[in-house]
């Protein structure tokens, strides 16, 4: 079953890794696909332990694939976000993803 409310599409890219030094800056990104989904904010969300504060919310159907570092661009209003956390939900029909969102800002 798919998530009832979705509001908007979102467009999610993962970076071009060449190495696994944390230190390097990703300047490229491919894009894993195009999703509908719902963007809340994060002001109601509980923190986990060990989780990273979210500056939104991201739900979207257990079929779309997103890990944390990659990004996430609000296709109606063009802000993009960094994944910093995905959590999945299972059960009573409403199976989803929830990911934690960071606003890229000074992004052009």
Known sequence: MTLPLTTRT????????TDDDPLD???????????????GDASMQREGAGR????AVLFLN??????????????????????????PYVGVGLDHTKVGLRRIRGDA
Do not use: F, K
Not at 10 to 17: A, F, G, H, S
Not at 52 to 55: L, V, Y
Not at 63 to 81: E, I, K
């Open 62 to 87: 257990p079929d779309a694939t997103v890990t944390r570092l990659d990004r996430v661009t609000d296709n109606a209003t063009s802000l993009r976000y960094m994944a910093l956390w995905t959590q």
């Open 10 to 17: 979102v467009t999610i890219e993962t970076p071009d890794v």
């Open 52 to 55: 990273e504060q979210a500056d």
């Open 25 to 39: 800056t990703v300047d490229t990104y491919s894009t894993v696909g195009t999703y509908p989904a719902h963007i």
